[in-house]
């Protein structure tokens, strides 16, 4: 029997998503898990996998349509199947083409960002957020490539044949050299306009929302590592360089057994209601070209560190290459964002709505530390919780961080 194939909804604010390209044309047979489509979303570029097999019978939109969640796009079934085709998406079809930016919002967005690795380009460039992110590495312009897509749009093959053909460096730009010599003042250049992303758009949105419409407020805790340090030597003595666990995974899996107890944190509020989750999604803030994305490991609090490593590193390598799945970015309970890689001491960051706290994590470090009259070197990282005061209090807030404690300073509690 036939089965019909729905845009996916990424997240609870997504409303609608564009159809880049049909991997699988009509006609194609499709198994059960394959890739049936691509489509750009606020978040990323992301794979539509079929939920059956069969033969594609029907293409419902076009590429370069802009696709309300939940609509139709396409039809799967048995082979000369005959089935009554929805009409095609006209409502949705897009007035701005495949990749030009969208008119701007009502709400505010962020400033934009100057990305100082990527090539000085004339005006927007039609291209996929995989495009663009190789051109980057590459130092390609992208202004010089021809693109096979949607309405011109440059592709990674785009990008790749470009490479492969030996004519990139055609395509680099030329950056005048300016010579420097001592106490010489650096030379002005003009000013770039640098058009926001959509995914920029989007961080822009949902964190001017949430900072106007939640009382936020924080509590900071220091805690000890030298356990957590200790026994993440020892595990990842018995395990294989791609396996190896890192210290945000015994935090992932400490802050998940915490909410365990503190179901009010583990919730969100929807109108007088406080709605506790019955599962433990904790996501991880991860950095994506042109800002950031969550991805989410759900039910965090039944799951061995050794699991949570892998699943956050599979989840990232997705979300930098543009190729998320729909349950990556999906269904979390509660935020994480840990910026000790970068030697930071400890931050605030910003409520991911609905949810009802974020966790802000710092880099553990080796400090001088008074021990029973001593000065000692221990290891100390600092982490704060930011909450919604509508949902919860200091009090509870504060008791959440002491529990965190019990688990990070005795991480042996977290394997039994």
């Known amino acids: 029997m036939a089965e019909t194939i729905n845009m996916p909804k990424l997240g609870f604010d997504m409303a609608e998503g564009l159809l880049v390209r049909w991997v699988k044309q009509v006609g194609e047979n499709i198994n059960k898990g394959d890739v049936l489509a691509e489509i750009e979303t606020d978040k990323a570029t992301v794979e539509v996998e079929s939920s059956a097999s069969g033969v594609v019978l029907s293409h419902i939109v076009d590429q370069g349509s802009i696709v309300p969640v939940n609509a139709p796009i396409a039809i799967v079934g048995a082979e000369g199947e005959k089935v009554d085709a929805p009409a095609k998406v006209e409502s949705g079809k897009s007035e701005v083409k495949a990749d030009e930016k969208p008119a701007p919002q009502s709400a505010p967005t962020a400033a934009p960002v100057a990305q100082t690795s990527a090539p000085a380009e004339s005006g927007p460039v039609k291209a996929s957020p995989l495009a663009k992110k190789i051109a980057r590495e590459k130092n390609i ?134 709605i506790q989750f019955g599962h433990v999604n904790v996501s991880v803030a991860v950095t994506v070209p042109g800002g950031l994305m969550t991805v989410v490991v759900k039910d965090a609090d039944f799951k061995s560190l050794r699991q949570i490593s892998g699943e956050i590193k599979a989840m990232a390598a997705r979300a930098r290459e543009g190729k998320v799945k729909p349950e990556d970015v999906d269904g979390s309970t509660f935020s994480t964002s840990n910026l000790g890689m970068y030697d930071v001491e400890e931050f605030i960051a910003i409520v991911n709505p609905p949810e009802a706290a974020i966790l802000a994590i710092g880099s553990a470090k080796e400090t001088p530390v008074v021990v029973n009259g001593e000065i000692k070197i221990g290891s100390r990282m600092k982490a704060t919780i930011s909450v919604d005061h509508r949902v919860s209090d200091g009090a509870e807030a504060a008791q959440f961080m002491q529990k965190l404690a019990e688990f990070l300073e005795n991480p042996v509690r977290m394997l039994v």
């Open 141 to 274: 312009n992208l202004s010089s490539i021809q693109g096979t897509g949607p309405n011109g749009r440059i592709s990674r093959k785009d990008v790749e044949a470009a490479l492969s053909s030996g004519a990139t460096s055609d395509l680099r730009p030329s950056t005048p050299s300016i010579p420097v010599t001592n106490y010489q003042l650096p030379v002005s250049t003009e000013d770039k306009v640098i058009p926001t992303t959509k995914l920029r758009q989007a961080i822009g949105r949902r964190l001017v929302e949430s900072k106007q419409t939640i009382p936020h407020f924080y509590v900071t805790h220091e805690y000890k590592m030298e356990a957590v340090m200790d026994m993440r030597k020892q595990i990842n003595a018995y395990l294989g360089d791609n396996e190896k666990v890192s210290v945000n995974d015994f935090i992932i899996k400490a802050t998940a057994l915490t909410l365990r107890q503190f179901p009010n944190l583990n919730a969100t509020i929807k109108g007088n209601e406080i």
